[in-house]
């Protein structure tokens, strides 16, 4: 998306930097937050890039987003108003209170769309035409196949920082992007995980780089704490216990991962608490727990996808160790999903990116577990504006899922870019952009450099 549509702000390596926004500042109130735009910025159509529009597509996908049509985890729901100036220089959002984090959150995430086509759409999923597409970014969208998952870009000659460095921008999916490289089909590709061997064959092979990036990805095992015997806390601590992560990292992903911390933030990040249990692994004492909780004997389901089925087998083998049977079944990824989103499950297993980001309201979802003590914890660090004080709240939160357990993180993978150098050098950006998507692919690499 980003390619497409532009935010008031953006990150370089370093930190944010200015976009359609020249220079920003926040009153002394916490919640007014004023925007110079940039002049001269046109929308893809050549019509003009206005304040307007960007306070309109504050307001239309705040409402979109009330209306459950925008599923992005865009904070939305915390702004109050958005109103450009009358001399159209400045556009001003009003917060509903103080809020921390909105630099990356909100401003250098929510996408600026031209009032001009939105205005008249009543649902925002529905319009799927060429005009739903006209942004004002580095790129044009030429082509799209859903089939064969590749998207093909234009440079746009017109961009307020000059044109991009490449004239043309191919997406596409490919069954071995290792092969693919050295058959010089593709310029770069993304490894991460179990895909280690593949990236390593690239290592001091003339004509490539590796840049080696963070693991802001997680890979959890939910546990159903509305469940017996799982409504125990206990039975999810005793399965912690059995479950060898060490293990899963090695022969699951082949040592392309790290174990990952309990509070589900990775290791290495500006937020991650770096002393929480860890629950080795240890048979004894999870079949200990489980006498603790007075269970002899449990019978489970574990619902996953196909491409977790080897930590899904390794996990029924743990448990069945400590008298927990375990059937796996496998469903696609929208099926899996909806069951989580449901709390229609006793164990799931699945993931998600964004690991370096605090902002985590529900790291479960609420039809399956809550706590008034995470629940305060993390309201107060949202309004906590100093980084330290905010970064108490958030070790209060981690603290909690790693004691109460209604997740268990597994693994954070390693990740690598494997390019061949020329116009383009790929990097990976601090806590990742648009919220803290882990991706060596922001688009300021496509500029010409200062």
Known sequence: MSCLFDTLIWKDAEGHVPWLAEEWAVAEDGVTWTFRLRQGVTWHDGQPLTADDVAFSYRYLKEAL??????????????????????????????????????????????????????????????????????????????????????????????????????????????????????????????????????????????????????HWALKLYMNPQRAPLDDRCVRQAIAHAVDRHEIVEKAQMGGAIVASLGILTPGTDWHHPNLPTYAHDADEARALLAEAGVNAAALTLVTTEAYAREAELIQGYLGEVGIAVTVQAGDQSTVDGLLREGNYDLLITGHGGTANPDMEAPVPRAVWSDPAYDAAYAASIRALDGDERRGYVWAMQEILATDLPVLALWHPLMWEVYRPGTVEPFYTHEGVDGGIPTAQNKLIFLPRP
């Open 66 to 215: 009330e209306k459950g049509m925008v599923t992005w985890g865009w904070p939305l729901q915390r702004v109050a108003s958005a109103e450009a100036t009358a001399d159209g220089a400045d556009v001003t959002i009003r917060l509903t209170e103080p809020t921390a984090g909105v630099l990356t959150d909100l401003f250098g995430s929510v996408p600026i769309i031209p009032a001009h086509i939105w205005s008249t759409v009543e649902d925002p999923v529905q319009k799927r035409d060429a005009a739903a597409v006209i942004g004002s970014s580095l790129f044009r969208l030429r082509e799209y196949s859903q089939e064969e998952g590749r998207y093909i870009y234009d440079a746009n000659p017109d961009f307020f920082l000059g044109k991009p460095t490449v004239d043309q921008l191919i997406f596409v999916k490919v069954t071995d992007p290792a092969l693919a490289l050295l058959a010089g089909d593709i310029d770069e590709a993304s490894f991460s995980g179990k895909a280690i061997t593949s990236a390593r064959q690239f290592e001091g092979k003339e004509g490539y780089r590796i840049v080696e990036g963070p693991n």
